[in-house]
Structures are given as structure tokens and as C-alpha cells.
């Protein structure tokens, strides 16, 4: 059996950052994603998407995310219920994080994808600086071809 959601999407809110009794942290947020084919009225209509996110990764999304930031999260899909004040059963769907990637930045505060804003990973840390900085340039990707030959021997590839 399978269970895993993949979203990319913008926040619609700032993450809410609570702590259980136990003390574990934990993150909730909306992800809203665009659909892939439009209406009939020719809108591109949009899904909002709960996301709850546990423990360290909770804590690096409230500091890092913020409203209209973009995201991936990847993830399970949670069905829960639970009985509200006035006594009725409410079903939520809600997708429970495992990985959140931060895919943008925000002022320059935070590294894009895979610096130490990514949740889950620590990054190589970068400085901030007064001008922004492009979101990604050629020469920050190690396997950008440079027009050189690379001398590797078919022993060494893995298939």
C-alpha cells in the first residue's frame, strides 16, 4: 500500500507553531496549490491544502516560511475525526509532512532550496547582503557543464 502526497504551492498564512504537552513542536500552515487544467471559464482554479509538520522541521518552517513563500512538501495524507463543541463529528484531511523545501527566498534572509532554510537538512549557510542576490546563478551549480571533458572509468559508474 502507498500513501504520499507531493505539493508545491504558496502559503496562504504564516505557519502556527505550537507545542504538544510532551513539549514536541509542532506546525500548521495552508498550501495553496493551483490546479493543472482550468475551468470552463477559463480560471485556473486553486486547492488549499492543510499541512501539519512535526518536531525540528516545525520549528525551521515558523522561523523560515512565511505567507506567499513557495514550498514543496512531501508527505502522507492524514484522515482524522474528532468530536467539536457542540458535539458533531468533523472529518479533517490534512497532509502530514515529512519533508517541507523551502523554493524561493524571502529579503534575502533565508538560502534557497537546500541551504539551511531547507527543513529536514542542514545547508552550507550563506551570508546576507544589502543587494539581493539572483535566485540562482551558473555558478552555483557544481555540475553545470563547463565544456570539459570528465575522465571517469565505466568501473566507477553504479549501473
Known amino acids: 500500500m502507498l500513501n504520499r502526497v507531493v505539493?508545491?504551492?504558496r502559503l496562504t498564512q504564516d505557519p502556527e507553531l505550537r507545542y504538544?504537552?510532551?513539549?514536541?513542536?509542532?506546525?500548521?500552515?495552508?498550501l495553496a496549490v493551483d490546479r493543472v487544467r482550468t475551468s470552463q471559464s477559463g480560471e485556473r482554479?486553486?486547492?488549499?491544502?492543510?499541512?501539519v509538520v512535526w518536531q525540528k522541521q516545525a520549528e525551521l518552517c515558523s522561523q523560515y516560511l512565511h505567507k506567499g513563500r513557495l514550498a514543496a512538501v512531501d508527505?502522507?495524507?492524514?484522515?482524522?475525526?474528532?468530536?467539536n463543541r457542540d458535539?458533531?463529528?468533523?472529518?479533517?484531511?490534512?497532509?502530514?509532512?515529512?519533508?517541507v523545501r523551502f523554493?524561493?527566498?524571502?529579503?534575502?534572509?533565508?538560502?534557497a532550496a537546500g541551504g539551511p532554510a531547507a527543513a529536514?537538512?542542514?545547508?552550507?549557510?550563506r551570508s546576507?547582503?544589502?543587494?539581493?542576490e539572483p535566485a540562482a546563478r551558473y555558478d552555483d551549480d557544481p555540475f553545470a557543464d563547463d565544456g570539459q571533458m570528465i575522465d571517469i572509468a565505466d568501473d566507477d559508474l553504479p549501473f
Not at 87 to 99: I, K, L, T, Y
Not at 103 to 111: K, T
Open 7 to 9: 505539493l508545491i504551492g
Open 20 to 30: 504538544t504537552n510532551s513539549g514536541t513542536p509542532v506546525a500548521s500552515f495552508t
Open 45 to 51: 482554479e486553486t486547492d488549499f491544502i492543510p499541512i
Open 75 to 83: 508527505g502522507r495524507l492524514q484522515i482524522r475525526t474528532y468530536e
Open 87 to 99: 458535539g458533531q463529528r468533523v472529518r479533517v484531511a490534512e497532509v502530514v509532512a515529512e519533508n
Open 103 to 111: 523554493l524561493d527566498r524571502s529579503d534575502g534572509s533565508a538560502a
Open 120 to 125: 529536514g537538512g542542514a545547508g552550507p549557510a
Open 128 to 132: 546576507s547582503r544589502a543587494e539581493p
